[in-house]
């Protein structure tokens, strides 16, 4: 093995010693004709491999600035991302992947984030949350007030498959759930659905630690929501969960403003 790797470093790298020897002859030619040529072109490499150096690490700060928007079907999330990015209203369909653009939040510092927009369907939702969630920043969780006293049990377990999630990252994410549809007369408001869903969060985290756990024993994702022995409250999650509401479709039609103004304040607070 040594005489091998001997004959590799003799070579000058497999690939490198290869071209080495052009490389020298461009050198001593470039030398030749003018001695300052070489620096001028050593020069310019070293400033593009920087550039390159830094939209590297900007793209990955990008990727670090993620807001999943998730909930169930019909909840509205692709209509608010669609205000958000745009501030028109836009029919919209049942999304089957997802959708990313860049949002520019209204503060002095001209931050930005990328929404992601998650598809909602019971059979591809949790497909997308482990795709993304390592990159989020953030997680807006839409909620339907108008349809959530119906909903409210499936609401809860995909809110506690994303809790868990969330909990598990070492980055510990913000974290929303938005009520949206108040412009609807049944819509529940923001405090009744917060009492409501730690209700039934606190049933499904029973039933959920009596099952047997499927969980890898590497794995550092909690098993529990909140404090053993004591009723579940959003309080008592090591994350902090917000709650507002909001209209992505306004009080006045399809034409008229939608009501996201807290939601907007909210993502130029986390950014």
Same mark, same amino acid.
């Given at each position: 093995?040594?005489?091998?790797?001997?004959? &590799?470093?003799?070579?000058?790298g497999?690939?490198?010693?290869?071209?080495?020897?052009?490389?020298?002859s +461009?050198?001593?030619?470039?030398?030749?004709?003018?001695?300052?040529?070489?620096?001028?072109?050593?020069?310019?490499?070293?400033?593009?491999?920087?550039?390159?150096?830094?939209?590297?690490?900007?793209?990955?700060?990008?990727?670090?600035?993620?807001?999943? +928007?998730?909930?169930?079907?019909?909840?509205?999330?692709?209509l608010?991302?669609? &205000? +958000? $990015?745009?501030? =028109?209203?836009r029919?919209?369909?049942?999304?089957?992947?997802?959708?990313?653009?860049?949002?520019?939040?209204?503060?002095? &510092?001209?931050?930005? *984030?990328? *929404?992601?927009?998650?598809p909602? =369907?019971?059979?591809?939702?949790?497909?997308?949350?482990?795709?993304?969630?390592?990159?989020?920043?953030?997680? @807006?969780?839409?909620?339907?007030?108008?349809?959530?006293? &119906?909903?409210?049990?499936?609401?809860?377990?995909?809110?506690?498959? @994303?809790?868990?999630? !969330?909990?598990? %990252?070492?980055?510990?994410?913000?974290?929303l759930?938005?009520?949206?549809?108040?412009?609807?007369?049944?819509?529940?408001?923001?405090?009744?659905?917060?009492?409501q869903?730690?209700?039934? $969060?606190n049933?499904?985290?029973?039933?959920?630690?009596?099952a047997?756990?499927?969980?890898? !024993?590497?794995?550092? @994702?909690?098993? =529990?929501?909140?404090?053993?022995?004591?009723?579940?409250?959003?309080?008592?999650?090591? %994350?902090?969960?917000?709650?507002?509401?909001?209209?992505?479709?306004?009080?006045?039609?399809?034409?008229?403003?939608?009501?996201?103004?807290n939601?907007e304040?909210?993502?130029?607070k986390?950014?």
């Amino acid at each position: 093995m040594a005489t091998v790797n001997s004959r &590799r470093v003799g070579d000058g790298g497999g690939a490198g010693g290869t071209f080495q020897p052009y490389l020298d002859s +461009l050198r001593q030619e470039l030398q030749q004709r003018d001695p300052t040529l070489l620096s001028v072109v050593l020069a310019v490499a070293v400033v593009l491999l920087t550039l390159v150096f830094w939209k590297f690490i900007w793209s990955r700060k990008r990727s670090q600035r993620a807001v999943l +928007l998730v909930g169930l079907c019909d909840s509205g999330k692709t209509l608010l991302f669609v &205000r +958000l $990015l745009t501030g =028109h209203y836009r029919d919209t369909q049942t999304s089957i992947t997802d959708s990313s653009a860049v949002y520019r939040v209204n503060n002095n &510092r001209g931050n930005s *984030l990328t *929404l992601i927009d998650l598809p909602g =369907h019971e059979s591809l939702r949790l497909q997308f949350l482990e795709r993304f969630k390592c990159s989020a920043r953030a997680f @807006v969780f839409v909620v339907d007030s108008a349809s959530f006293q &119906r909903e409210v049990k499936d609401v809860a377990e995909f809110l506690y498959q @994303v809790l868990i999630d !969330s909990m598990g %990252l070492k980055n510990t994410p913000s974290f929303l759930i938005a009520c949206n549809k108040q412009d609807i007369a049944m819509a529940k408001s923001a405090k009744l659905i917060q009492q409501q869903l730690e209700k039934e $969060l606190n049933t499904l985290r029973v039933t959920r630690s009596a099952a047997p756990s499927t969980l890898d !024993s590497s794995s550092t @994702v909690p098993a =529990h929501l909140g404090k053993k022995g004591k009723e579940f409250e959003f309080s008592q999650l090591p %994350l902090k969960v917000e709650f507002l509401e909001c209209s992505a479709k306004g009080g006045r039609g399809d034409a008229g403003s939608a009501d996201i103004q807290n939601l907007e304040k909210w993502l130029a607070k986390i950014a």
